[in-house]
């Protein structure tokens, strides 16, 4: 969010029953695209990598007229 969408406007973190749900609001009006990073130790292309890697599922929401857009993704809650 920082980099690729004009930074972050709220990151929310929910305990549900069995997950945590992290979500980071942001302005940008891209689609966030896992990717393979190329260069291990250089910035870009590692941040949904890892999303995609460590969280049970992840989306995107977006709410017509408005912009920006939520990308949420789920982990495995603590027991």
Do not use: N, S, Y
Not at 59 to 69: T, W
């Amino acid at each position: 969010a920082c980099l690729h969408a004009e930074g972050p406007e709220r990151l929310r973190v929910v305990r549900l029953a069995a997950t945590v749900r992290l979500e980071v609001t942001d302005r940008g009006v891209g689609q966030p695209t896992p990717r393979t990073p190329h260069r291990a130790g250089r910035p870009g292309g590692h941040g949904m990598f890892i999303v995609q890697r460590l969280c049970l599922d992840w989306g995107v929401e977006r709410v017509p007229g408005a912009p920006g857009k939520t990308v949420w993704a789920e982990l495995a809650a603590p027991a």
